[in-house]
Protein backbone atom coordinates (compact mmCIF):
# COMPACT_ATOMS: atom_id res chain seq x y z
CA UNK A 1 0.00 0.00 0.00
CA UNK A 2 1.08 3.15 -0.51
CA UNK A 3 2.03 4.78 1.96
CA UNK A 4 1.56 9.12 2.80
CA UNK A 5 3.58 9.68 6.35
CA UNK A 6 3.23 13.19 8.23
CA UNK A 7 5.95 14.01 10.73
CA UNK A 8 3.23 15.95 13.20
CA UNK A 9 -0.05 14.65 14.34
CA UNK A 10 -0.36 18.21 16.79
CA UNK A 11 1.90 21.17 16.45
CA UNK A 12 1.09 24.12 18.77
CA UNK A 13 3.32 27.33 17.74
CA UNK A 14 3.33 30.96 18.91
CA UNK A 15 2.91 33.82 16.14
CA UNK A 16 5.73 34.81 14.30
CA UNK A 17 7.25 31.26 14.56
CA UNK A 18 8.79 29.59 11.65
CA UNK A 19 7.15 26.33 11.58
CA UNK A 20 7.65 23.19 9.11
CA UNK A 21 5.12 20.44 8.30
CA UNK A 22 7.23 17.57 6.74
CA UNK A 23 5.38 14.69 4.29
CA UNK A 24 7.18 11.88 2.81
CA UNK A 25 5.55 9.07 0.53
CA UNK A 26 6.86 5.77 -0.48
CA UNK A 27 5.37 4.74 -3.84
CA UNK A 28 7.55 6.71 -6.08
CA UNK A 29 4.93 9.31 -6.89
CA UNK A 30 6.12 12.09 -9.01
CA UNK A 31 3.15 14.43 -7.47
CA UNK A 32 3.01 15.56 -4.24
CA UNK A 33 0.38 18.22 -2.58
CA UNK A 34 -0.60 20.15 0.45
CA UNK A 35 -4.04 21.48 1.34
CA UNK A 36 -5.73 23.17 4.08
CA UNK A 37 -8.81 21.68 5.23
CA UNK A 38 -11.47 24.26 7.36
CA UNK A 39 -14.36 24.01 8.50
CA UNK A 40 -17.08 24.99 5.73
CA UNK A 41 -14.30 25.42 3.32
CA UNK A 42 -13.09 22.07 2.47
CA UNK A 43 -9.77 21.23 0.95
CA UNK A 44 -7.81 24.27 -0.36
CA UNK A 45 -4.81 23.82 -2.08
CA UNK A 46 -1.74 25.50 -1.24
CA UNK A 47 0.69 24.22 -3.26
CA UNK A 48 1.40 21.04 -5.26
CA UNK A 49 4.41 19.78 -6.87
CA UNK A 50 4.96 17.55 -10.19
CA UNK A 51 8.23 16.89 -9.75
CA UNK A 52 11.98 17.26 -7.75
CA UNK A 53 12.64 20.88 -7.65
CA UNK A 54 9.02 21.89 -8.68
CA UNK A 55 6.29 23.80 -7.49
CA UNK A 56 2.99 25.53 -8.42
CA UNK A 57 1.13 27.63 -6.47
CA UNK A 58 -2.44 26.63 -5.77
CA UNK A 59 -5.35 28.37 -4.48
CA UNK A 60 -4.22 30.14 -0.90
CA UNK A 61 -0.04 30.08 -1.61
CA UNK A 62 -0.03 33.41 0.44
CA UNK A 63 2.23 32.79 4.03
CA UNK A 64 3.24 29.83 2.54
CA UNK A 65 5.97 28.15 0.97
CA UNK A 66 7.28 24.87 0.12
CA UNK A 67 10.47 22.72 -0.86
CA UNK A 68 11.00 19.60 -2.32
CA UNK A 69 14.63 18.68 -2.93
CA UNK A 70 13.71 14.51 -3.02
CA UNK A 71 11.10 12.69 -4.71
CA UNK A 72 9.90 11.45 -1.94
CA UNK A 73 9.75 14.36 0.52
CA UNK A 74 7.73 17.51 0.29
CA UNK A 75 7.62 19.89 2.79
CA UNK A 76 5.11 23.04 3.86
CA UNK A 77 6.75 26.14 5.75
CA UNK A 78 5.45 28.85 7.46
CA UNK A 79 7.71 31.69 7.63
CA UNK A 80 5.93 33.55 10.14
CA UNK A 81 3.30 31.72 11.70
CA UNK A 82 -0.30 33.75 12.15
CA UNK A 83 -3.40 32.66 13.98
CA UNK A 84 -5.36 32.46 10.67
CA UNK A 85 -3.02 29.26 9.83
CA UNK A 86 -4.36 27.34 12.80
CA UNK A 87 -6.11 24.79 10.46
CA UNK A 88 -5.60 20.88 9.54
CA UNK A 89 -2.57 20.55 6.70
CA UNK A 90 -2.92 17.38 4.39
CA UNK A 91 -0.04 16.28 2.24
CA UNK A 92 -1.32 13.76 -0.53
CA UNK A 93 0.60 12.28 -3.44
CA UNK A 94 -0.19 10.63 -6.99
CA UNK A 95 1.52 9.12 -10.03
CA UNK A 96 1.08 9.95 -13.83
CA UNK A 97 -1.54 11.53 -15.19
CA UNK A 98 -4.45 9.93 -13.68
CA UNK A 99 -3.79 11.79 -10.47
CA UNK A 100 -5.66 9.91 -7.71
CA UNK A 101 -4.35 11.25 -4.52
CA UNK A 102 -3.55 8.94 -1.28
CA UNK A 103 -3.76 11.53 2.06
CA UNK A 104 -1.49 11.39 4.83
CA UNK A 105 -2.93 11.18 7.93
CA UNK A 106 -2.94 15.43 8.70
CA UNK A 107 -0.97 17.68 10.49
CA UNK A 108 -3.22 19.76 13.14
CA UNK A 109 -1.37 23.42 13.29
CA UNK A 110 -2.43 25.59 16.29
CA UNK A 111 -0.95 29.20 16.18
CA UNK A 112 -1.58 31.05 19.53
CA UNK B 1 -17.98 31.01 -8.79
CA UNK B 2 -15.77 28.65 -6.87
CA UNK B 3 -14.27 26.05 -8.92
CA UNK B 4 -15.92 23.19 -8.09
CA UNK B 5 -18.81 23.37 -5.67
CA UNK B 6 -21.33 20.71 -4.23
CA UNK B 7 -24.28 21.85 -1.83
CA UNK B 8 -22.55 21.43 2.30
CA UNK B 9 -26.12 19.36 3.24
CA UNK B 10 -26.27 17.76 5.43
CA UNK B 11 -28.33 15.67 3.26
CA UNK B 12 -30.48 12.59 5.32
CA UNK B 13 -31.66 9.68 4.17
CA UNK B 14 -33.25 6.53 5.70
CA UNK B 15 -31.43 2.98 5.20
CA UNK B 16 -31.83 1.03 2.12
CA UNK B 17 -32.48 4.81 -0.01
CA UNK B 18 -30.89 6.15 -2.71
CA UNK B 19 -28.43 9.02 -2.03
CA UNK B 20 -27.95 11.62 -4.76
CA UNK B 21 -24.74 14.08 -4.41
CA UNK B 22 -24.03 16.59 -6.95
CA UNK B 23 -21.20 18.66 -8.01
CA UNK B 24 -20.98 21.37 -10.82
CA UNK B 25 -17.13 22.42 -11.79
CA UNK B 26 -15.96 26.08 -13.51
CA UNK B 27 -13.23 24.63 -15.73
CA UNK B 28 -14.44 23.52 -19.07
CA UNK B 29 -11.40 21.97 -20.11
CA UNK B 30 -11.20 19.83 -16.96
CA UNK B 31 -10.88 15.83 -17.82
CA UNK B 32 -10.83 14.10 -14.53
CA UNK B 33 -13.28 13.85 -11.78
CA UNK B 34 -13.11 11.84 -8.86
CA UNK B 35 -15.20 11.07 -5.63
CA UNK B 36 -13.70 10.70 -2.13
CA UNK B 37 -15.08 9.73 1.02
CA UNK B 38 -14.39 11.33 4.81
CA UNK B 39 -14.96 10.09 7.59
CA UNK B 40 -15.35 12.00 11.00
CA UNK B 41 -11.36 12.60 12.19
CA UNK B 42 -10.24 11.08 8.66
CA UNK B 43 -8.61 11.61 6.01
CA UNK B 44 -10.00 11.06 2.39
CA UNK B 45 -10.35 8.33 0.41
CA UNK B 46 -11.14 8.03 -3.33
CA UNK B 47 -14.27 6.06 -4.01
CA UNK B 48 -14.80 7.09 -7.69
CA UNK B 49 -13.06 8.17 -10.33
CA UNK B 50 -14.78 9.55 -13.77
CA UNK B 51 -13.37 10.50 -17.07
CA UNK B 52 -16.20 10.15 -19.73
CA UNK B 53 -19.77 11.99 -20.30
CA UNK B 54 -22.14 8.42 -18.92
CA UNK B 55 -22.23 6.52 -15.99
CA UNK B 56 -19.54 4.74 -14.37
CA UNK B 57 -20.83 1.55 -11.75
CA UNK B 58 -18.77 0.35 -9.29
CA UNK B 59 -20.65 -1.92 -6.84
CA UNK B 60 -23.60 0.63 -5.07
CA UNK B 61 -21.85 3.33 -6.10
CA UNK B 62 -22.61 5.05 -9.58
CA UNK B 63 -20.76 7.86 -10.78
CA UNK B 64 -22.66 10.58 -13.49
CA UNK B 65 -20.68 12.83 -15.76
CA UNK B 66 -21.67 15.16 -18.19
CA UNK B 67 -19.28 17.64 -19.75
CA UNK B 68 -21.34 19.71 -21.11
CA UNK B 69 -23.35 20.70 -18.27
CA UNK B 70 -20.25 21.01 -16.42
CA UNK B 71 -21.64 18.42 -13.38
CA UNK B 72 -20.73 15.62 -12.10
CA UNK B 73 -22.88 13.35 -9.57
CA UNK B 74 -22.70 10.58 -7.29
CA UNK B 75 -25.51 7.85 -6.39
CA UNK B 76 -25.35 5.59 -3.44
CA UNK B 77 -27.99 2.50 -3.50
CA UNK B 78 -28.97 0.99 -0.33
CA UNK B 79 -27.47 3.30 1.23
CA UNK B 80 -26.12 2.08 4.64
CA UNK B 81 -25.33 3.74 8.21
CA UNK B 82 -21.85 3.10 7.53
CA UNK B 83 -21.96 5.39 4.27
CA UNK B 84 -22.22 8.14 6.98
CA UNK B 85 -19.30 10.59 6.12
CA UNK B 86 -18.46 13.61 4.02
CA UNK B 87 -18.50 13.68 0.36
CA UNK B 88 -15.99 15.59 -1.16
CA UNK B 89 -16.07 16.26 -5.21
CA UNK B 90 -12.59 16.94 -6.75
CA UNK B 91 -11.69 18.07 -10.63
CA UNK B 92 -8.52 18.28 -11.96
CA UNK B 93 -7.92 21.39 -13.29
CA UNK B 94 -5.26 24.06 -15.20
CA UNK B 95 -2.51 22.77 -17.88
CA UNK B 96 -1.17 19.41 -17.38
CA UNK B 97 -4.37 17.91 -15.08
CA UNK B 98 -2.19 18.19 -11.94
CA UNK B 99 -4.20 21.03 -10.05
CA UNK B 100 -6.79 18.74 -7.96
CA UNK B 101 -9.13 21.28 -6.87
CA UNK B 102 -12.28 20.04 -4.05
CA UNK B 103 -15.54 21.05 -3.26
CA UNK B 104 -16.49 21.96 -0.01
CA UNK B 105 -18.27 18.29 0.50
CA UNK B 106 -21.67 16.90 1.42
CA UNK B 107 -22.40 15.32 4.55
CA UNK B 108 -24.98 12.72 4.42
CA UNK B 109 -26.36 10.85 7.25
CA UNK B 110 -27.82 7.50 6.78
CA UNK B 111 -30.54 6.69 9.24
CA UNK B 112 -31.14 3.05 10.45
Known amino acids: DVKVTQSSRYLVKRTGEKVFLECVQD?????MFWYRQDPGLGLRLIYFSYDVKMKEKGDIPEGYSVSREKKERFSLILESASTNQTSMYLC???????????FGAGSRLTVL | QKEVEQNSGPLSVPEGAIASLNCTYS??????FFWYRQYSGKSPELIMSIYSNGDKEDGRFTAQLNKASQYVSLLIRDSQPSDSATYLCAVNMGTGGFKTIFGAGTRLFVKA
Open chain 1, 27 to 31: MDHEN
Open chain 2, 27 to 32: DRGSQS
Open chain 1, 92 to 102: ASSFGGANVLT
